[in-house]
């Protein structure tokens, strides 16, 4: 099984657009897969529309961003 780590930090605007373009091409691929969202702490709607979906995500309470943060 494939496994696809999307994370999301605000990204509301696109999400169900990119939620069912994903799943349809993957769908296609004939390929056994999982979308895993990851909400990077979001301050819009993107944690109740990933809920809505019924994706599975994780939800994190604040921004983690990526990386080794620079001081």
Do not use: C, W
């Not at 696809?4 to 004939?30: C, I, K, W």
């Not at 993107?46 to 983690?64: F, I, K, T, V």
């Amino acid at each position: 099984m494939l496994t696809v780590v999307v994370p999301v930090y605000n990204e509301e605007t696109a999400l169900r657009q990119f939620h069912r373009t994903m799943t349809g091409v993957m769908d296609a691929s004939g390929i056994a897969y999982e979308l895993l969202y990851v909400n990077d702490g979001s301050t819009d709607a993107s944690g109740a529309l990933l809920d809505e979906l019924g994706a599975p995500a994780m939800h994190l309470e604040r921004n983690r961003g990526y990386g080794p943060q620079s001081k």
